[in-house]
């Protein structure tokens, strides 16, 4: 009866919204700044019950990452958009709260680990370059880090989250032309709906 019951509780869901991503970036000569730039993500993800108000959600993302990058004036100064798309896991810790009939508030908090897709680099000229992943060339095609969490679910289906993604790997190969050192970092505002 307890498996049954805790079956019942589990939700599966969808979710989307707009990323703002960036890099965080170590020393380097050719980089003046990396600033954000807007994206998207969209994700799948189920909520099991572990105690009272205690949930456990795995959740699989395509995330839209990247950052405008830049550039020094012996480096050309130009600006340059990198859009990287990476395929995330995540496993979150959640905690709800509920609201009476209105729905609930929740936090969470776990590891995710990426998987890089693709990337391109559009340059102000308005020339477009891959960037390399699976290669000794430019980015790691893998990422992990730590994800953080929270929202409102309004009622028995509609949600508002907020989301930060902070990178913990560098995922700049020793190649990588703007630095040596490259974290992602992004922010992410969306809604979802449970099914």
């Not at 340059?80 to 905690?95: C, E, P, S």
């Not at 989250?161 to 032309?177: P, Q």
């Not at 703007?178 to 922010?187: A, G, L, Q």
């Amino acid at each position: 009866m307890s498996f049954f019951s805790v079956r019942a509780q589990t939700e599966f869901g969808l979710k989307a919204g707009v990323n703002c991503a960036s890099y965080s970036y170590g020393d380097t000569q050719q980089l003046v700044d990396a600033k954000p730039r807007a994206s998207f993500y969209l994700a799948g993800y189920l909520d099991a019950p572990i105690a009272k108000n205690i949930y456990i959600q795995p959740e699989f993302s395509l995330q839209g990452k990247g950052a405008k990058l830049i550039e020094g004036i012996n480096s050309g100064g130009g600006e340059i958009n990198q859009r990287v798309m990476w395929l995330d896991v995540a496993v979150n810790l959640l905690g709800k709260m509920p609201l009476d009939n209105f729905g609930n508030v929740f936090v969470g908090a776990g590891p995710y680990m990426g998987f890089a897709i693709n990337g391109e680099n559009d340059y102000a000229s308005g020339t477009t370059t891959s960037v390399i992943i699976y290669q000794d060339n430019a980015l790691k095609s893998v990422d992990y880090g730590l994800n953080f969490s929270t929202g409102m679910k309004f009622g028995k289906r509609l949600f508002f989250n907020v989301n930060y993604r902070m990178g913990l790997a560098n995922i700049a190969n020793k190649n990588y032309k703007w630095s040596d050192t490259i974290k992602n970092r992004v922010f992410s505002v969306g809604v979802g709906v449970m099914l």
